[in-house]
């Protein structure tokens, strides 16, 4: 045999692989240019924030932000929602910090429990807290999410923290209790968001109060919807539906949802999740104009 013949099919296997070669080599470059831009991106975003309170939610801010860490100040054009990709970067940002409180609230906690209502308080307390540098400027970055290009964003913040404040609060139901929870939490936070940018008192003392009261209200309204069969019904499956909208519109990956949870709600013969994924298109409109209503809109800011 050979030589030529002996490497003659090495030579066409090489030959095939070649294509496929280049185009793996491209995919990871590109790869590798998307995370080196997004580096870029967050380091003129976290820049940008302590311009926020003087300049306010804008380009300008971008710019500065840009300039701040050795880029042009034309560099604000990477950003294609502009003061809106800064409101996201701030609230996804503080949700990551949020996220290391309640963890340092369940140790803390471990010794000396608390029940999971004061610990949703304490959450929304701290969360409430890294708003505080940027009140005066809020009812801006609330406008700006308020827009239908930001309202994804806006909304997939929110789901995210008020899942992990359930979550660490102790939350593992598998019932329409995960639903109501959430959807109760967010109409917590908001409502309290709202008084605090217009809150004087001090250090904030009225806003913690109205956060209690609401959270003492919001408690006995989930045991009595909890507890009745017929009058909370409906309720349920609006909760249920509306939750499972959001999803559907902000293609929410992550929330604290496991296998061991799919398999219990399976096995108690629940509806699947996946089923309620495929709600008529001709719901989604008004379910997220009641949320967002409820959320954003509908409030006078003084």
């Keep these: 045999m050979s030589l030529v013949s002996l490497f ?26 998307d995370k080196y831009e997004e580096e870029i991106r967050n380091k003129i975003l976290a820049a940008s924030l302590p311009f926020v309170i003087e300049l306010g939610w804008t380009k ?11 880029y042009p100040g034309i560099s604000h054009g990477m950003f294609t929602r502009g003061a809106g990709d800064l409101v996201h970067y701030f609230n996804t940002s503080s949700n990551e910090k949020l996220v290391e409180t ?10 000396k429990p608390i029940t999971p209502g004061e610990f949703v308080e304490l959450a929304i307390a701290a969360k409430l807290k890294m708003l505080v540098p940027y009140k005066n400027r809020w009812p801006q970055a609330i406008a700006i999410m308020s827009l239908p290009p930001n309202v994804p964003n806006a909304l997939a913040a929110l789901l995210a923290m008020v899942d992990d404040i ?14 109501m929870r959430r959807l109760g939490v967010a109409g917590v ?13 001090e250090n904030h003392a009225d806003t913690m109060e109205f956060l209690k009261r609401r959270m003492e209200e919001a408690v006995q309204l989930h045991d009595i919807i909890s507890k009745s069969d017929i009058a909370g019904q409906g309720a349920k499956d609006v909760a249920k539906s509306a939750f499972v ?30 089923a309620i994924y495929t709600l008529q298109r001709k719901y989604i409109t008004s379910y997220i104009s009641i949320i967002w209503k409820a959320l954003y809109v509908n409030h006078t800011y003084k």
């Design 8 to 33: 003659s099919p090495l030579r066409i296997s090489l030959k095939n692989v070649y294509p496929i070669w280049n185009v793996y080599k491209k995919n990871v470059s590109l790869a590798a240019s």
């Design 60 to 70: 300008e801010c971008l710019s500065k932000g840009a300039e701040q860490v050795g």
């Design 102 to 111: 309640l963890k340092q609230f369940q140790e803390e906690y471990e010794q």
């Design 166 to 179: 359930c979550y660490y609060a102790g939350d593992r139901s598998v019932d329409f209790n995960w639903y």
């Design 189 to 201: 936070y908001k409502a309290t968001e709202l008084y605090l940018i217009q809150d004087k008192s």
């Design 245 to 274: 909208t959001i999803l559907i519109l902000t293609n929410s990956k992550f929330l604290h949802i496991d296998k061991e949870r799919e398999r219990e709600r399976d096995n108690r013969n629940t509806e699947n999740r996946h």
